[in-house]
């Protein structure tokens, strides 16, 4: 199990490289729309959509996803490039940015204020009405914002997306050795606080690292580094609520060793968003 796993990370790793760092930017943002398409399906699946709330909740979840694409395809053609290439930081800060930033703020409401109810009372993800929105405030703002991240600052994205990982990393490893204080019981019985502790310390090592190369404040560095092992564990705990509540282990068996592509990147969905909010808030980017 732990060599699928590992051999499927490195795989996934090496995709990741080639399209952010080596390739032009149009196949990263290709990798995120088929990553998209992914995590609605498999969101979908989850809750559970009979057929007539399912289109609904692809249009709403997809259409700002595959509009976001075809703007940033039509500025890779030479053809459209040259009737809007002097429009494209209009189009992307002055049209684009707003909208997502209209957009953000649902989801904040959905983690803030929707998440923390429906763990405790368990009626909105059993809503049938309310889960036609599910995937346009639960993936599709991540996706926008990673894109939106991306075109501003490539190698911000990347330490953020870095320091999700090891979160997750050190989380598995320290609570698969030292893990004894379960989180949440009930809900997911492999979170323990000696695993958040885990990913805590590998993000820590990772600022005081990052801080040899940079002028960066350490104690900003620590805070992003609670901020994202902690949004991070809210995430994947969430995401094993919807699980429990729809009786199934894995979002799908599309990753061996790993399960689907929402059991991986569930850390992802109120992280990015929350941090990009903030980090607009401060100025950061």
């Not at 990370?9 to 032009?24: H, K, N, Q």
């Not at 050190?170 to 000696?194: D, H, Q, R, V, W």
């Not at 600022?207 to 994202?228: K, P």
Request: proline share 3%.
């Amino acid at each position: 199990m732990l060599s699928q796993r590992i051999k499927s990370s490195i795989a996934m790793v090496l995709i990741f490289s080639l399209t952010y760092f080596f390739l032009d930017s149009i196949f990263f943002e290709f990798l995120v729309l088929l990553l998209g398409g992914f995590l609605l399906f498999e969101l979908s699946n989850i809750l559970k959509l009979n057929s007539v709330n399912k289109i609904f909740y692809w249009i709403l979840a997809a259409t700002p996803i595959i509009t976001q694409f075809l703007l940033s395809l039509s500025f890779s053609f030479s053809f459209f490039n040259s009737f809007l290439g002097s429009y494209e930081s209009f189009l992307r800060h002055q049209i684009f940015e707003p909208y997502i930033l209209i957009l953000i703020p649902f989801s904040l409401v959905f983690w803030f204020l929707i998440v923390p109810f429906d763990l405790i009372y368990k009626k909105i993800s059993s809503n049938a009405v309310i889960k036609i929105f599910y995937g346009a405030v639960y993936i599709s703002p991540m996706l926008l914002t990673i894109m939106f991240i991306f075109w501003a600052d490539k190698n911000f994205l990347f330490m953020i997306i870095l320091m999700i990982w090891l979160a997750d990393i050190g989380a598995y490893f320290f609570g698969k050795k030292f893990g004894k204080f379960k989180i949440a019981k009930n809900i997911s019985p492999g979170k323990t606080l000696e695993g958040l502790l885990g990913g805590f310390i590998s993000n820590i090592a990772f600022v005081l690292l990052w801080a040899t190369n940079t002028n960066i404040n350490l104690l900003d560095g620590f805070l992003l580094a609670f901020l994202v092992t902690a949004l991070s564990l809210y995430g994947d705990i969430y995401e094993s609520f919807l699980k429990r509540m729809a009786k199934i282990k894995d979002s799908s068996s599309m990753i061996p060793g790993h399960g689907g592509f929402l059991d991986r990147m569930d850390s992802f969905c109120p992280t990015i968003p929350i941090l990009f909010i903030l980090f607009e808030l401060f100025r950061y980017i």
